[in-house]
């Protein structure tokens, strides 16, 4: 293993003075020690393909950057690596985490796939790749075979990392930013965690109504909480829950959907709620838990402190929108009566129960009951 400020110092003396990712569990140390570590600025992408594009930017101004996420997000960055930096020839450096390696340690069953195709999808896009350093002694050639390809060929190069490379770095994690005025609700300051929002939701589902359950460690707290048969707990597809919802609600107007959505899924995916405004099914809830922070990815902090989700929606065309700041309070909301697209704004305190474990139901098991929950056989 090796130290994240052996690899920081060593790529700084390349030029190397910007890093754009977004968080991977494999790569908690290492953002960790980007984001303390004042020689270097770390910009907290959205999604993939806004880290690639913004250090590609980066790179057109004069300063070599990094773009840092993990592999099964690698999908969202293949339009700006083939239309963008390949077609401008604009060499950055990637970090690609290999979650799912094959006959590596055991993961979770959204990085199987893409365990095995990431090198294969990095090569299709003529993106040569190695495996990040493992040891200090490699870090200066691993960098200096990056910088001959990208000087040479002014294109990205990309550093593969598995698990367990790079040493813890402790780190306030926090990116600082002043809360804006809140335009479209009461302000409200985080007192209750997840679990007690989770509770209160779950007690105004009725058995017809799905909940859909963000990446992460909504999904299995929600679980831990209770087992209902319309609960879907989403593994990967990072910020796609209100989407997901979004599509089961238009097909399925006569049952309430409740997507219950975290702040950096949110975030990942803003656009979404452009069109979930624009189609206004009024059997949607869509419900933001916002502790401010990537909880499951090493916390992080996200940016939500300096957003105002409630104005956003309102803006995007939700008729309802509210900030609740207590179970009873949500408790009261979700059970008053409406025919409106409604959008909750909950903070919620950051924090894990103890040993939580993770839903024993499989992805496809979960899909078949949903499917059962239709009623009319469609």
Same mark, same amino acid.
């Given at each position: ?180 005025? +809140?335009?479209?609700? !009461?302000?409200?300051? @985080?007192?209750?965690? $997840?679990?007690?929002? =989770?509770?209160? /939701?779950?007690? #105004? ?51 309430? +959907?409740?997507?219950? !959505?975290?702040?950096? @899924?949110?975030?990942? $995916?803003?656009?979404? =709620?452009?069109? /979930?405004?624009? #189609? ?99």
């Amino acid at each position: 293993m090796i130290e994240a400020g052996s690899f920081v110092s060593k790529a700084g003396e390349q030029g190397f003075g910007l890093f754009a990712g977004v968080p991977c569990s494999y790569l908690t140390p290492f953002i960790n020690h980007v984001i303390d570590d004042p020689a270097v600025r770390y910009v907290c992408a959205a999604n993939e393909g806004d880290a690639v594009a913004i250090a590609a930017g980066a790179e057109l101004g004069g300063t070599h950057a990094v773009a840092m996420f993990q592999n099964s997000g690698l999908g969202n960055a293949v339009s700006p690596l083939t239309s963008l930096t390949h077609v401008f020839e604009i060499p950055i450096l990637l970090i690609v985490t290999l979650r799912g390696e094959p006959g590596g340690p055991p993961d979770e069953p959204q990085h199987s796939l893409m365990g095995e195709i990431t090198t294969t999808m990095l090569e299709a896009m003529r993106i040569p790749w190695e495996y990040f350093p493992a040891e200090e002694a490699q870090i200066d050639h691993s960098l200096e075979r990056a910088m001959s390809h990208m000087n040479k060929e002014h294109r990205p190069y990309a550093l593969v990392m598995r698990k367990g490379t790079v040493n813890p770095s402790p780190t306030s994690a926090s990116l600082p930013q002043e809360p804006i005025a +809140t335009a479209n609700c !009461d302000p409200a300051t @985080a007192l209750h965690s $997840r679990r007690d929002m =989770l509770l209160a /939701i779950q007690s #105004q589902v009725g058995p017809d109504d799905y909940l859909i359950a963000t990446t992460g460690y909504t999904g299995r707290e929600l679980f831990a909480c209770a087992d209902l048969p319309g609960q879907l707990y989403m593994v990967g597809s990072m910020g796609c829950a209100s989407s997901l919802g979004l599509g089961l609600a238009l097909a399925r107007p006569e049952r309430k +959907t409740i997507v219950i !959505d975290g702040d950096g @899924a949110a975030l990942m $995916r803003l656009g979404a =709620l452009t069109t /979930i405004g624009y #189609q206004r099914p009024g059997n949607l809830l869509h419900i933001v838990l916002d502790n401010s922070v990537h909880e499951s990815t090493g916390r992080q902090s996200t940016v939500s402190a300096s957003i105002d989700f409630c104005a956003i929606a309102a803006a995007c065309g939700y008729p309802r929108v509210e900030r609740v700041a207590t179970p009873g309070d949500l408790r009261k909301s979700l059970a008053a009566a409406s025919t409106e697209l409604s959008f909750y704004h909950v903070p919620t305190l950051p924090g894990v129960p103890a040993d939580l474990g993770r839903p024993t139901i499989r992805p496809a098991e979960v899909a078949q009951r949903i499917r059962k929950l239709r009623g009319t056989g469609k």
